[in-house]
């Protein structure tokens, strides 16, 4: 992913276009919601929607104008890890090539108990000495490339191999103080993605997991939470699991009764080998598996109160394949009068080209956030989101939330967040699907009313 989010960042950039097979392509955005969706803002004088670009909302960054950089346990430079990974078109690469073979990646924390044993051919560009003195070097890395570059903010991002989960033990990760004293007595169950996620807290830097594991042990939340930094995650919701949060949305809103749900996955990418290891598997299926439960859980008409549907994940590694995962899906529901309903899906996508946008999305919204204050009726203080940023849960398949708020995987409630945010940024209501001008006689005569009048001058403004 990583050398595919610089690659795309850097065609947008340059406009490049390329060749292939189906003809002429040229670099966009698509598949990132907020560069490359649209959003209602209401109704013109006539009653017709009017659309713009989330990207026009508010002020925020840009992709091709971000700075990347990052680490890797390989050290191979960005071009030929690009021809490796063998997702973009040829012609694509040979054009990237020269702006991508200088960028070599910093030396990373390498922890081999938590991925799997086939990643040890790759860690060759490894940091040593304890995990304290790798969490400072982190840290004086972050330092270094913010004074670097003239940056006015660093935002990091987990998109390295899914570890197995650790350990939450008392006295060891269960408090920010104690895990801090555990880091510095190199503590077994301390794992690479929490030594990354204290030093960007320590940084003042926003920190978001993109893979499955619990980098966010109750200690990782506590120091977010006295820093005031913001934390996000977990696990990047790209392909079969968006569906499935559409689907059982579907479903459970219809009044029909998912009753099995069973998900099969092979993919030749490295996070495939990785995850054919069961320790860090267990960390997917777990991450892949908890996305239906907020669904289930709202109609007590279908489902009692411990009630789940069975549900089942597969994931296979198949070489051959590479990044053109496959993800086949079959839904078993029951309806009405004792009747079966059995949804068979194939999905076909290219792995790191569904998630490369949602990194971006990830980056510009948590950016966005740190710009967002918010003052109560009645108050003089403005207050900041709580530092477990659940608005980015759109993006991840376990979104993490703070202590008592309610886990929402519904993914159409969560684009819906976010978007009456932005509205809110702006002095407008939040969007509701009522549209009762287009309900009622007297509402309809007067938006006809004003089709027929000339455009320039129209003669009332219908109240909607």
């Given at each position: ?80 890890a690009?021809k490796r ?52 070097q ?5 330092s ?33 103080e ?53 934390i ?11 569906m ?101 899906m ?8 569904l998630?490369?946008?949602l ?8 950016e ?14 403005w ?31 969560q684009r ?13 209501c ?8 287009h309900r ?24 909607i």
């Amino acid at each position: 992913n990583g050398c595919t989010c610089v690659a795309g960042a850097i065609a947008n950039r340059l406009g490049l276009t390329w060749n292939t097979k189906e003809g002429e392509q040229k670099a966009n955005y698509w598949g990132s919601l907020m560069m490359a969706s649209t959003v209602k803002l209401g109704n013109d004088v006539r009653g017709d929607a009017v659309y713009t670009p989330i990207k026009n909302m508010l002020p925020m960054i840009d992709p091709s104008q971000v700075v990347w950089g990052g680490w890797d346990i390989n050290k191979m430079n960005l071009g030929d890890a690009m021809k490796r990974a063998k997702v973009l078109d040829y012609d694509l690469q040979r054009q990237l090539y020269p702006h991508m073979k200088d960028i070599v990646p910093l030396p990373s924390v390498y922890f081999a108990d938590f991925i799997a044993a086939n990643q040890s051919d790759r860690a060759d560009n490894v940091l040593c000495g304890t995990k304290q003195e790798q969490m400072e070097q982190i840290r004086k890395d972050i330092s270094d490339f913010k004074a670097k570059h003239h940056l006015d903010k660093v935002i990091l991002l987990w998109t390295a191999n899914t570890e197995r989960f650790a350990c939450v033990e008392e006295g060891v990760n269960d408090t920010a103080e104690n895990l801090l004293h555990s880091i510095q007595r190199d503590e077994n169950e301390v794992s690479a993605s929490t030594i990354f996620a204290v030093a960007s807290i320590l940084e003042g830097c926003t920190f978001i997991n993109g893979s499955p594991q619990n980098t966010f042990v109750p200690g990782v939340v506590d120091l977010a939470r006295q820093e005031k930094v913001f934390i996000a995650g977990d696990d990047f919701k790209s392909g079969q699991t968006k569906m499935k949060s559409v689907l059982v949305d579907f479903l459970v809103s219809a009044g029909i009764k998912p009753v099995s749900i069973v998900s099969y996955n092979h993919l030749g990418n490295n996070d495939g080998k990785n995850l054919s290891a069961p320790s860090q598997f267990r960390s997917k299926e777990i991450s892949k598996s908890n996305v239906v439960d907020d669904m289930v859980a709202s109609n007590r008409i279908l489902f009692e109160e411990d009630e789940h549907p069975d549900h089942i994940v597969v994931i296979k590694h198949v070489p051959y394949v590479g990044d053109s995962k496959r993800a086949m899906d079959e839904y078993t529901s029951e309806i009405f009068m004792g009747g079966k309903n059995t949804i068979v899906m194939h999905n076909t996508c290219e792995d790191s080209l569904l998630a490369t946008p949602l990194i971006y999305d990830l980056v510009i919204l948590g950016e966005l956030c740190d710009r967002i204050s918010v003052k109560k009726d009645g108050s003089e203080e403005w207050e900041r989101f709580h530092p477990v940023l659940s608005l980015l849960s759109y993006m991840l398949k376990a979104p993490l939330v703070p202590y008592g708020a309610p886990v929402v995987n519904a993914l159409f409630t969560q684009r819906q967040a976010i978007i009456n945010v932005m509205r809110a940024c702006l002095g407008l209501c939040p969007e509701n699907h009522m549209t009762l001008e287009h309900r009622f006689e007297s509402t309809l005569e007067e938006l006809q009313k004003q089709a027929a009048a000339p455009l320039g001058r129209p003669q009332k403004k219908p109240r909607i």
